[in-house]
């Protein structure tokens, strides 16, 4: 009959033990043929390797400098302080003598420290030292003024490591002054005739022509325009003349 195994209905009385693996249903197994075609619908053909691109290195982007606070406060004046520390020191630069000429004289009860124009002494008929006899005659003073020491001239070395600056001229030129007084009687007023007599020995600048001045060591002096200035600008002698009705009663007096 072509039985390959059977199975009893109901269990038989002192039978064996049937096999477990019968009594489980058959299931029929999947054809063999599915499987690799399974597989090849999810496995991708096979493609030779192609050759590798050139790889391009991305393109920098530029560096952007972001600007940093600056230090304030105590910090930015410690770190301020460190840098000029650290910063070499130029040397000062030499300042140019200055170049002048003067004399001193004594006329009357005053003493007069003019420029000479020419760096030479005033002579008879210059026309300089015309005008200067004009001035004093005009203050009530002696128009032949004597000579005191020598002409001051500045600088007074050509050549030399000396310091012959401003402040040297000013600190030469004050002592010259008061030392040659000292010799003299006391003079009633010290006229400065001149930039370089206002400025190196009354201590002033051209604001102060025509105006009275206190210098320490010398005493009440009297700025005056210098003899050339005078000369090319004669409109300055009206202001020089209502100037001197006022300071002559300082040397009037004490005549």
Same mark, same amino acid.
């Given at each position: 009959m072509?039985?390959?195994?059977?199975?009893?209905?109901?269990?038989? $009385?002192?039978?064996?033990?049937s096999?477990?693996?019968?009594?489980?249903?058959?299931?029929? &197994?999947?054809?063999?043929?599915? !499987?690799?075609q +399974?597989v #090849? *619908?999810a +496995?991708p053909?096979?493609? @030779?390797?192609? #050759?590798?691109?050139? !790889?391009?290195? @991305?393109t920098?982007?530029?560096?952007?400098e +972001?600007p940093?606070?600056? $230090?304030?406060?105590?910090?930015?004046? !410690? /770190?301020?302080?460190? +840098?000029?520390?650290e910063?070499?020191?130029?040397?000062?630069?030499?300042v140019? @003598?200055?170049?002048?000429?003067?004399?001193?004289?004594?006329?009357?009860?005053?003493?007069?420290?003019?420029?000479?124009?020419?760096?030479?002494?005033?002579?008879?008929?210059?026309?300089?030292?015309l005008l200067?006899k004009?001035?004093l005659r005009?203050?009530?003073l &002696?128009?032949?003024?004597?000579?005191?020491?020598?002409p !001051?001239?500045w600088p007074?070395?050509?050549r030399?490591?000396?310091?012959?600056g401003?402040d040297?001229a000013? *600190?030469f030129?004050?002592?010259?002054?008061?030392?040659?007084?000292?010799?003299?009687?006391p003079?009633s007023?010290l006229w400065?005739v001149?930039?370089?007599?206002?400025?190196?020995?009354?201590e002033?600048d051209?604001?102060?022509?025509n105006r /009275?001045?206190?210098?320490?060591?010398?005493?009440?002096?009297?700025a005056?325009?210098?003899?050339e200035?005078?000369m090319?600008?004669?409109?300055?002698?009206?202001?020089?003349?209502?100037a001197?009705?006022?300071?002559?009663?300082?040397?009037l007096?004490?005549?």
């Open positions: 072509q039985v390959a195994s059977w199975l009893p209905r109901v269990e038989l $009385p002192f039978a064996a033990l096999r477990p693996e019968l009594l489980q249903p058959l299931v029929e &197994p999947e054809p063999a043929a599915a !499987v690799p +399974v #090849a *619908e +496995v053909a096979y493609e @030779p390797p192609r #050759a590798e691109a050139a !790889v391009v290195a @991305p920098p982007r530029p560096k952007i +972001v940093r606070p600056q $230090p304030q406060g105590r910090m930015a004046k !410690v /770190e301020a302080a460190a +840098v000029d520390a910063t070499p020191v130029a040397p000062p630069t030499p140019a @003598p200055p170049r002048f000429a003067l004399q001193l004289l004594r006329a009357g009860a005053c003493a007069v420290l003019v420029e000479l124009p020419t760096g030479e002494p005033l002579q008879g008929r210059d026309p300089a030292y200067l004009d001035l005009a203050a009530g &002696p128009d032949s003024p004597q000579l005191i020491g020598e !001051v001239r007074l070395l050509a030399g490591q000396i310091d012959q401003p040297a000013l *600190e030129v004050q002592s010259f002054v008061g030392a040659r007084l000292e010799e003299q009687e003079c007023c400065l001149g930039l370089p007599a206002i400025r190196f020995a009354g002033a051209a604001d102060a022509y /009275e001045l206190q210098v320490e060591g010398l005493g009440a002096a009297w005056l325009p210098g003899l200035l005078l090319d600008e004669p409109e300055r002698k009206r202001e020089l003349w209502q001197m009705r006022r300071v002559r009663q300082r040397w007096a004490a005549t």
